[in-house]
């Protein structure tokens, strides 16, 4: 599974959107970090708690539409229990989106309030918005303006490429250019990337990530891969590749000479589970990492 991962965070890359971020931060008052409801752990960038320092910072839990909902309760108590507010949201459909400004400004309430004591009601609100790639940001950037019918304003920024939104009578949204690295030293948190499609055009081997998945699939959500594919056998002691000729063969993938076509047969699955098909599914349980700090 060596060559599943092979996005390069180039050391030069990473100081320069570290400086970018640091710049960018003293900027706003808040930061907003989406990560992917499927994935909470493996989504996040390593670094982050670390770099934004002690600003404060709401957690967008994106893609909730297709994440395990008792996984999504469980992950924001893990939240609450460390002091931070995260709130699944669905950025495809705007669902959850609503509770954004509310949440914000309930984080920064004694910020709002030491504002009002110096005469300043109603200043604006800013907040940073961040994630690693394919979490869903230009997605919640895009919702958000179009909610508030809001013109994207052409200001310029301390740093070049910061982009300013207004998504709200005093709250504005700042998007920065550079990109967030994941954990991606981490084996299992690269496959987890690549089952998402957080890596999609990195993938070599098709079938083995596949393989991969249905395994941990036949751990945690056996019944999502059985009813999909209408499996009668017990697949507890199943390997991958043998799930996958199965479901090859349950859905009369051939190829010429009758062998079965467990290329096709990985991309199914694959896309069947990154679109959602194969049910509300989250790898990363609070079980395993909710001890982790966030
Ligand atoms: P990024 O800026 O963080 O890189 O992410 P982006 O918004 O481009 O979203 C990445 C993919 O995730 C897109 O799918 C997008 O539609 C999907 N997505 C974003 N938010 C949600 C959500 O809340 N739920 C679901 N189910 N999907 C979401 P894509 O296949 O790359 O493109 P598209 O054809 O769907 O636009």
């Known amino acids: 599974m060596e060559e599943v991962i092979s996005?390069?965070?180039f050391p030069g890359h990473m100081t320069r959107t570290k400086r970018q971020l640091a710049a960018s931060l003293k900027l706003v008052d808040c930061v907003?970090?989406?990560i992917d409801a499927r994935i909470p752990f493996?989504?996040?960038n390593p670094d982050l708690r670390k770099l934004i320092n002690n600003k404060p910072r709401i957690v967008l839990m994106n893609k909730c539409d297709i994440a395990d909902k008792t996984q999504n309760q469980k992950w924001i108590a893990v939240y609450k229990n460390a002091g931070i507010t995260a709130l699944p949201v669905d950025c495809k459909t705007g669902k959850g989106l609503n509770a954004f400004m509310p949440a914000v400004r309930t984080v920064l309430s004694d910020k709002i309030k030491a504002w009002e004591a110096k005469g300043m009601k109603g200043k604006t609100i800013k907040v940073m918005v961040v994630g690693i790639p394919n979490v869903g940001k230009s997605s919640f950037i895009n919702k958000m303006v179009k909610q508030s019918k809001a013109k994207v304003e052409d200001r310029p920024g301390v740093t070049r490429g910061n982009q300013?939104?207004?998504i709200g009578k005093g709250f504005e949204l700042l998007d920065t250019p550079g990109v967030l690295w994941p954990k991606f030293e981490d084996k299992i948190v690269g496959?987890?990337?690549a089952f998402t499609g957080a890596v999609r055009d990195q993938v070599i081997d098709t079938e083995g990530l596949a393989a991969r998945l249905l395994l941990l699939l036949r751990d945690s959500y056996p019944d999502a891969i059985k009813t999909r594919y209408k499996l009668?056998?017990?697949i507890s002691e199943l390997q991958g590749?043998?799930?996958l000729e199965l479901i090859g063969r349950k859905r009369g993938m051939l190829i010429s000479g009758g062998e079965i076509d467990t290329l096709r047969a990985a991309e199914?699955?694959?896309d069947e589970f990154r679109g959602g098909i194969l049910g509300k599914i989250t790898l990363d349980r609070t079980e395993d990492y909710g001890a982790f700090r966030i």
């Open 32 to 34: 907003a970090e989406i």
């Open 191 to 193: 496959e987890k990337l």
């Open 268 to 270: 199914t699955v694959l």
């Open 42 to 44: 493996s989504s996040r």
């Open 164 to 166: 300013w939104f207004t």
């Open 7 to 9: 996005i390069q965070w």
């Open 241 to 243: 590749y043998e799930m």
């Open 232 to 234: 009668d056998a017990d």
